[in-house]
């Protein structure tokens, strides 16, 4: 079995929440509306253990563990443009720099290798070159040029711990954490919850947190605004709103107390 794909830069998958590794997260905390991602993986889903591997197991009750995706993202509504998509709405801005997830795209590291086909059919409306004149890049059930794949798989397993002992700590010190994530547990198709990005912060050794926060707050205030009477766009403008003025803690805290260079290591 031969898939060919190509990306033609149509720019149509350019929109939306863009997930990102925690390197790519912080490399662009100056461009991107950061936030954490907790997706519900059920028992017997085919990416239970890989998610498991690189998120974490986490048990609600006397129910089966489920497996949660934690994932860095780029926090957009649906229709909104990636803030590093041109005005054309065609090419990436930052196409040197972009994301790994925008390199290994269509292919998804949070899913096995065998179970990347699907991923290669375009959405409705994306125009992806899958003609016979585009490139075989998966080849029985193997990616064919697997490098930025690779790259992505591997800065995925080295952040797992990070992840985990952020995850363990949060469900050991936020009830409503976990509330949150039995909610999203029990809706029929699985479910998701949104947290301010700050959090991790403390797992990431010596980031400057005063640097980060003076990066991420003109763009969380930019949304903020952008969003401010948007249609559908509610929950957006409350996350934008909240992560601003929770940045704004965090920098006087920092800036305070770590001197000329806000490097506290929280
Ligand atoms: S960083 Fe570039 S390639 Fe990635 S979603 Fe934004 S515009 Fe598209
Ligand atoms: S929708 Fe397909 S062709 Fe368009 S930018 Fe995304 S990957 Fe490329």
Request: hydrophobic share 40%; with cysteine.
């Amino acid at each position: 079995m031969e898939r060919r794909f190509a990306c033609t830069a149509c720019g149509k998958c350019c929109s939306g929440r863009l997930p990102l590794t925690l390197k790519d997260a912080l490399a662009h905390a100056g461009r991107f509306p950061l936030a954490m991602l907790w997706t519900v993986v059920r028992p017997g889903a085919k990416s239970f253990a890989l998610t498991a591997r690189l998120g974490t197991e986490v048990r609600l009750g006397k129910r089966k563990p489920i497996a949660v995706q934690i994932t860095p993202i780029s926090y957009l509504p649906p229709l909104m443009a990636c803030p590093a998509l041109a005005a054309d709405g065609l090419l990436c801005t930052i196409h040197a720099e972009k994301p790994l997830r925008c390199r290994t795209m269509p292919f998804y590291p949070y899913r096995e290798e065998r179970d990347q086909a699907d991923l290669l059919v375009p959405r409705p409306g994306w125009l992806c070159d899958t003609s016979e004149a585009a490139p075989v890049v998966y080849r029985d059930h193997e990616i064919v040029g697997r490098g930025d794949f690779d790259r992505e798989r591997q800065d995925l397993v080295e952040q797992a711990p990070v992840l985990k002992a952020y995850a363990d700590r949060l469900l050991a010190m936020a009830p409503n954490v976990t509330a949150a994530l039995e909610q999203a547990a029990n809706k029929p198709q699985g479910g998701y919850v949104v947290l301010g990005f700050s959090a991790v912060l403390a797992r990431l050794g010596q980031i400057d947190v005063a640097t980060f926060a003076r990066r991420q707050l003109p763009v969380l205030s930019d949304f903020a605004a952008r969003t401010a009477g948007l249609s559908g766009a509610g929950e957006f403008h409350r996350y934008y709103r909240d992560s601003a003025a929770g940045m704004e803690r965090l920098l006087a805290r920092h800036s305070q107390g770590a001197g000329t260079n806000g490097n506290s290591g929280e």
